[in-house]
Nanobody, 120 residues
Framework: QVQPVESGGGSVLAGGSLRLSCIGTRGTLNGHAVGWFRQAPAKEREFVAAISWSGGDRYIEDSVKGRFTVSRDHDVYLQMNRLNPEDSGLYIC????????????????RGQGTQVTVSS
């Protein structure tokens, strides 16, 4: 089964941008819907964004709408603009065994995450 691996996290000042990447290892992301989750300390995991295997369907969570975009070619990307401290957390890429789903529980093939820290 595919194993996602994330990269691109780091530390930025509020207002800055980061671009996260997700690649598939032990298989490819082709045919899989791919989602991005955010885990911050003492907070529930948030389902931030998702994209279908074709790229034709996309989901962006309301709190990041207008600032974050999700895209894909061979890999999957999360472009994050106008970052604020509330965006800090571990960003986890996860693949679903289906071409598209909005059910966050179906994104079962998860990476280890990449840390994003936004300071004011």
């Amino acid at each position: 089964q595919v194993q996602p691996v994330e990269s691109g996290g780091g530390s930025v000042l509020a207002g800055g941008s980061l671009r996260l990447s997700c690649i598939g290892t032990r298989g490819t992301l082709n045919g899989h819907a791919v989602g991005w989750f955010r885990q911050a300390p003492a907070k529930e995991r948030e389902f931030v964004a998702a994209i279908s295997w074709s790229g034709g369907d996309r989901y962006i969570e309301d709190s990041v709408k207008g600032r974050f975009t999700v895209s894909r070619d061979h890999d999957v990307y999360l472009q994050m603009n106008r970052l604020n401290p509330e965006d800090s957390g571990l960003y986890i890429c996860a693949a679903a065994p289906t071409p598209w789903t909005l059910n966050s529980h179906e994104y079962e093939f998860r990476g280890q995450g990449t840390q994003v820290t936004v300071s004011s």
